[in-house]
């Protein structure tokens, strides 16, 4: 199956500072990704939908300007946490199709942000 | 509005058969998903579903009832490794992914 890379799998930052994480899909262009953030014990939340080449989709509620979303290539995305603040700690996890007609998707493993 | 529910939490034993149910409302249907998350790591693809029936792949299977707006997942022959949550998800007419919150199954030896 087609197999999409997160990097970091675990970061610790100061509050204040900003982190960046990256999605690439190893073996398959994706045109379009998508970010996620889960809270523990709960399901996934969408934060937005990642379109190369163009200005990302936010889910209401996301604030575009803290979770800065760049999908430069066919094959990354990135999702950079802005100023971030305790309450940003989450697991982020970024996801894309490779185009199938079932639509799967394919995750990465996702990020592990904690803010001091 | 748009929902999607099933069970928080199932317990079996292991070697046994659970069945986690999933029920949806949603504004139109264009396939279901089963993904399994172990804690701590990013969900993982189980099965797809669009038309109604039976979908079999090895110890797993999934149905699907479009007019009852039903699916299930089926374990058989439990191991302690498939201790996990399982995540319910239905494309909707814009074939935005609606997902359920989850059911954390445990499996006790």
């Known amino acids: 199956g087609a197999v999409v890379s997160q990097h970091p799998s675990w970061v610790i930052c100061k509050s204040g500072t900003s982190v960046k994480i990256e999605c690439r899909s190893l073996?398959?262009?994706?045109?379009?990704m998508f970010w996620y953030r889960q809270f523990p014990k709960q399901s996934l939340m969408l934060m937005a939908t990642?379109?190369?080449?163009?200005?990302?989709?936010?889910e209401q509620g996301v604030e575009k300007d803290k979770f800065l979303i760049n999908h430069a290539s066919l094959t990354l995305s990135t999702l950079t946490v802005t100023s971030a603040h305790p309450e940003d700690s989450s697991f982020y996890i970024c996801?894309?199709?490779?185009?199938?007609?079932?639509?799967?998707?394919?995750f990465g493993e996702g990020s592990r942000l904690t803010v001091l | 509005g748009q929902n999607i529910d099933q069970p928080t939490e199932m317990t079996a034993t292991e070697g046994a058969i659970v069945q986690i149910n999933c029920t949806y409302q949603t504004s139109g249907f264009n396939g279901l998903f089963w993904y399994q998350q172990h804690a701590g790591e990013a969900p993982t693809f189980l099965s797809y579903?669009?038309l109604d029936g039976l979908e079999e792949k090895g110890r797993f299977s999934s149905f699907l009832s479009r007019s009852k707006g039903y699916s299930y997942l089926l374990l058989k022959e439990l191991q302690m490794k498939d201790s996990a949550s399982y995540l319910c998800a239905v494309k909707d007419s814009n074939y935005q992914l609606i997902w359920g919150a989850g059911t954390k199954l445990i499996i006790k030896p």
């Open positions: 990642s379109n190369e080449g163009s200005k990302a989709t936010y």
């Open positions: 996801s894309a199709s490779d185009g199938a007609d079932t639509g799967e998707l394919f």
């Open positions: 073996d398959f262009q994706a045109t379009t």
């Open positions: 579903n669009v």
